[in-house]
T-cell receptor
Framework: NAGVTQTPKFQVLKTGQSMTLQCAQD?????MYWYRQDPGMGLRLIYY???????DKGEVPNGYNVSRLNKREFSLRLESAAPSQTSVYFC??????????????FGAGSRLTVL | GNSVTQMEGPVTLSEEAFLTINCTYT??????LFWYVQYPGEGLQLLLK?????DKGSNKGFEATYRKETTSFHLEKGSVQVSDSAVYFC?????????????FGKGTKLSVKP
């Protein structure tokens, strides 16, 4: 099983350029998430989608947009990249049950550098 | 609000040493607690979890006990191996919580030397 697949794995952008990070899961999960990971900061939630057709802001949404294209796919877009967006980005998904004991499955990450 | 605090690293141990990584939490309601592990160059993966007070999660020789009275979920392993070198994240999940329902600590990097 592929699990959660992210593309691209690496990307270098210049300030002001735009790009989209793609994420797809094949586990029939309802909920999907985008996190960024920075040294000493742990993981910070950018946006999430609790179910198909819904998206909500997380802790650090500024400068990003998302699209839940269908149940499988959840993309993250940087409209005008800034050096502060240099980070490793992780997509994750979970079944999204109401129990609270949701286990996240993570992708391998996308390393983005903005010059 | 809900939060997770874990000990700062890096932690460096010799092979076969005892490991403890401290984690405490603040939460409204009754959270589920998790430890995730991130090996170099990879995404996070679940190591263990506990869903109610006094539960013990265990996996791959690691253990953590959900202590409601001390709001803690410390990770322990009796004898670490070089292959345990990774970053460990404590996390909590609250039913109906916002922020995607899962809150992470900042991570503790463990290096095990042969």
């Amino acid at each position: 099983n592929a699990g959660v697949t992210q593309t691209p794995k690496f990307q270098v952008l210049k300030t002001g350029q735009s790009m989209t990070l793609q994420c797809a899961q094949d586990m029939n999960h309802n909920s999907m998430y985008w996190y960024r990971q920075d040294p000493g900061m742990g993981l910070r939630l950018i946006y999430y989608s609790a179910s198909e057709g819904t998206t909500d802001k997380g802790e650090v949404p500024n400068g990003y947009n998302v699209s839940r294209l269908n149940k499988r796919e959840f993309s993250l877009r940087l409209e005008s990249a800034a050096p502060s967006q240099t980070s490793v980005y992780f997509c994750a998904s979970t079944s999204g049950s109401s129990s609270g004991a949701n286990v996240l499955t993570f992708g391998a990450g996308s390393r983005l550098t903005v010059l | 609000g809900n939060s997770v605090t874990q000990m700062e690293g890096p932690v460096t141990l010799s092979e076969e040493a005892f490991l403890t990584i401290n984690c405490t939490y603040t939460a409204t309601g009754y959270p589920s607690l998790f430890w995730y592990v991130q090996y170099p160059g990879e995404g996070l993966q679940l190591l263990l979890k506990a869903t109610k007070a006094d539960d013990k999660g265990s996996n791959k020789g690691f253990e953590a006990t959900y202590r409601k009275e001390t709001t803690s979920f410390h990770l322990e392993k009796g004898s670490v191996q070089v292959s345990d070198s990774a970053v460990y994240f404590c996390a909590l999940s609250v039913v109906g919580g916002s922020q995607g329902n899962l809150i992470f600590g900042k991570g503790t990097k463990l290096s095990v030397k042969p």
